[in-house]
């Protein structure tokens, strides 16, 4: 039998320390909550952008207008609502082909946002890269809604957006050289 007040011996394992987590490039942990935030910021996104997507999916093939007034119904929402009622007419006159469109660009878009959101969760340096390319890509086709449609939600994503993107160029430059020497090691 080990006697545990016996030294170890030469030729036994050495115990393994544990090690943390963390992102190698992030310079403190206010950088870590923030991205932590953002990551989930983004999955929220995408979380909403798929559960759109199944649903213009469920309508294909189907009879829009039931199915909208069945949910309507279902949630105790007043039908006779100017949105409600603008809402579904606009759903149920697009066709099966603006249907799929709509939901293969809404699943897609909400994919990106899951690739981002999980990449910036796990601290990956490609992910703060990947969501300042895309969302600053995004920022002209939401200015220009923002013009022609105002609406304060709109005014409060691109807002989001403008922060996030300024908060992580700013992350970026600022552990660039702190990335670049680890890598140099």
Same mark, same amino acid.
């Given at each position: ?15 393994? $320390? ?6 190698? +490039?992030?310079? #403190?942990?206010?950088? $870590?909550?923030?991205? =932590?935030? *953002?990551?989930?910021?983004? &999955? ?9 997507? =199944?649903?213009?999916?469920? &309508? &294909? #093939? ?6 909208? #007034?069945? /949910? ?10 100017? %949105? @409600? +009622?603008?809402? *579904? ?10 249907? !799929?469109? @709509?939901?293969?660009?809404?699943? $897609? ?16 340096? /490609? $992910? ?12 002209? @086709?939401?200015? %220009?809604?923002?013009? +022609? ?11 989001? #957006?403008?922060? @996030?993107?300024? %908060?992580?160029?700013?992350? &970026? %430059? !600022? ?11």
């Amino acid at each position: 039998m080990d006697d545990p007040t016996t030294e170890p011996s030469a030729d036994s394992p050495k115990p393994i $320390a544990p090690v943390e987590v963390k992102p190698t +490039h992030v310079a #403190n942990e206010k950088g $870590a909550s923030v991205l =932590l935030a *953002i990551g989930l910021f983004k &999955l929220l996104k995408a979380t909403l952008l798929i559960s759109v997507a =199944l649903g213009v999916h469920h &309508l &294909l #093939n189907r009879d829009a207008s039931e199915i909208l #007034n069945h /949910w309507v119904r279902a949630v105790r929402v007043d039908p006779g609502n100017k %949105y @409600i +009622h603008a809402a *579904i007419s606009k759903v149920t006159g697009l066709d099966e082909r603006t249907l !799929r469109d @709509i939901s293969f660009g809404t699943f $897609a878009y909400g994919g990106l946002f899951l690739i981002e959101g999980t990449g910036l969760l796990l601290g990956k340096r /490609w $992910a703060e890269y990947l969501t300042v390319i895309s969302t600053t890509g995004l920022l002209p @086709i939401e200015v %220009y809604e923002l013009f +022609h449609h105002p609406r304060l939600a709109k005014f409060v994503v691109l807002g989001a #957006n403008l922060l @996030i993107v300024a %908060y992580l160029v700013f992350q &970026l %430059y !600022r552990t660039r050289t702190l990335h670049e020497s680890r890598a140099a090691v």
